[in-house]
């Protein structure tokens, strides 16, 4: 299990993965912190085609969203 505990973590990681042009699958697994807007933020990145999130238990139907418009065939 990760915990990020600060809130400058979080961006940390969030700036790394938007840095990253070429990432195309991701995986944060029990990520137990990361939130919505985090999930946004990496979305943000459009040559995703994967995103896995389990045991993310901060997460809710808003980063469905965020993924679901990433993701979303081209």
Known sequence: FCSLEADEERRALVAFVQRC?????LTLRNVMSLRDEDVA?????RNLTGLLLGGCRMLSDASTR?????LAPR
């Open 41 to 45: 933020a990496i979305c943000e990145n």
């Open 21 to 25: 042009p070429n990432l195309d699958v």
């Open 66 to 70: 965020s993924i679901a418009a990433t």
